[in-house]
């Protein structure tokens, strides 16, 4: 079991460069990759995002990509001449326009983008790869180190509020079975004080509201699926593949018979244990949200 929430750096010199990266993810019930490349780097995108892929499902996570230059990367700076023209040619138009004194300067044309170039510019973007890729992976490695951590807190915590559903379902399957006799002794009582002491305790009419009554108040099917539900969770904390949406589905699926069972069981002793019950699953499912 993992958490969503977790930081990773990672970084590889080369030839003169190097990469860093820097990942950063927090809760999301999906799968949201925010990239940020330098302008060199920006065709590698799609298999930056891949990698990412193949070990985050789930999560909003922040890349931040940079390429720094060495001092022994022997990067030579060259002018783009035709794009240096167009850009003084416009300046000048825009001054005239404007009715500005001085004319345009070298340096303002230097400024524009694009116009000052390193040769590293004008390499191919797939030459950078194994060092993106490299610092991809490192910057990974710590980021799901730091949230499979976060996540055996997790776990723990779900764990110890699912025992403490189980306790109380126990404890409301050993209460389901006094509500039908305690129904009978009221309905006796009720007879008796209504003076309809002609009415025996094995009156069929007697015998059929009490049947009627045990039937609208059974519970078992709903307790038997907590079980189940129970169970699966406990699969949820084996399994090597994410489980956030799993977890998600029970906490809901348990919340739908914990329902039932306060809707069905007309008991206050069981009505106190589905109130209490309810609290600590909206807690589970508060903590599920951050489970990759």
């Not at 019950?277 to 903590?287: D, I, M, S, Y």
């Amino acid at each position: 079991m993992k958490s969503m929430t977790g930081y990773g750096r990672g970084e590889c010199a080369r030839d003169g460069f190097k990469v860093t990266v820097e990942l950063s993810s927090v809760n999301r019930k999906s799968g949201e990759i925010t990239l940020n490349l330098p302008r060199d780097l920006e065709p590698l995108e799609a298999q930056v995002r891949d990698e990412i892929n193949k070990r985050i499902s789930r999560g909003r996570l922040n890349v931040r990509v940079a390429l720094h230059e060495g001092a022994d990367a022997g990067v030579t700076a060259q002018v783009n001449t035709a794009l240096a023209k167009a850009y003084a040619a416009e300046l000048a138009k825009l001054a005239t326009e404007l009715n500005l004194s001085g004319g345009v300067r070298l340096s303002d044309v230097l400024r524009a983008p694009g116009v000052l170039e390193a040769d590293a510019e004008k390499s191919d973007a797939e030459s950078f790869w194994p060092a993106v890729q490299a610092a991809v992976q490192q910057a990974l490695d710590a980021l799901v180190k730091m949230r499979e951590r976060e996540g055996e807190h997790l776990a723990a915590d779900l764990a110890a509020r699912i025992e403490l559903i189980r306790s109380a379902a126990t404890r409301i399957g050993v209460q389901a079975p006094l509500v039908q006799v305690q129904f009978r002794a009221r309905l006796l009582e009720r007879i008796k004080q209504a003076g309809l002491e002609g009415i025996a305790a094995d009156d069929e009419r007697m015998l059929k509201e009490v049947v009627l009554f045990a039937d609208r108040s059974d519970i078992t099917e709903e307790l038997t699926r907590l079980a189940s539900h129970f169970k699966q969770f406990a699969d949820c904390g084996k399994a090597k593949e994410p489980v956030g949406r799993t977890l998600d589905f029970l906490s809901q699926e348990m919340n739908r018979e914990v329902n039932t069972i306060g809707s069905k069981a007309q008991d206050a002793v069981i009505s106190r244990e589905v109130v209490q019950v309810k609290a600590e699953l909206e807690r589970f499912r508060e903590q599920v949200q951050n489970v990759e």
